[in-house]
């Protein structure tokens, strides 16, 4: 079983930066696409960016696109977002996730994964 923890949300002001982690464990991360997805109050969870097994191949939502950048670190088995710019709408529960047959662009637009993390808050606010 992979196990999947998030960790660096915390409150920003509007023009801020953050930088995610996921965490994997129980399985080899290797052998997973991984995505960023979140969910604001009252909304559907969305996908943000996803990356492929090796890091060759990345997919980023219109509204995070030239803000935020995914990379991943298989020896260390994980997978940053990097988060620039950051706008109140960015607010929401980020949450990590891993697949290992979805195509990426597939993955993070119908929020499909077979494994996902318990989430970060992600407050952007003056």
């Known amino acids: 079983q992979l196990q999947l923890v998030e960790s660096g949300g915390e409150v920003v002001q509007p023009g801020g930066s953050l930088r995610l982690s996921c965490a994997a464990s129980?399985?080899?991360?290797?052998?997973?696409?991984i995505g960023w997805f979140r969910q604001a109050p009252g909304k559907e969870r969305e996908g943000v960016s996803c990356?492929?097994?090796?890091?060759?191949?990345?997919y980023y939502a219109e509204s995070v696109k030239g803000r935020f950048t995914i990379s991943r670190d298989n020896a260390k088995d994980t997978v940053t977002l990097q988060m620039n710019s950051l706008k109140s709408e960015d607010t929401a529960v980020y949450y990590c996730?891993?697949?290992?047959?979805?195509?990426?662009?597939?993955?993070?637009?119908?929020?499909?994964?077979?494994?996902w993390g318990q989430g970060t808050q992600v407050t952007v606010s003056q």
């Open positions: 990356i492929d097994t090796n890091g060759d191949s990345t």
């Open positions: 996730a891993a697949d290992s047959g979805t195509e990426i662009q597939t993955m993070c637009r119908r929020a499909w994964a077979d494994w």
């Open positions: 129980g399985l080899e991360m290797d052998y997973y696409a």
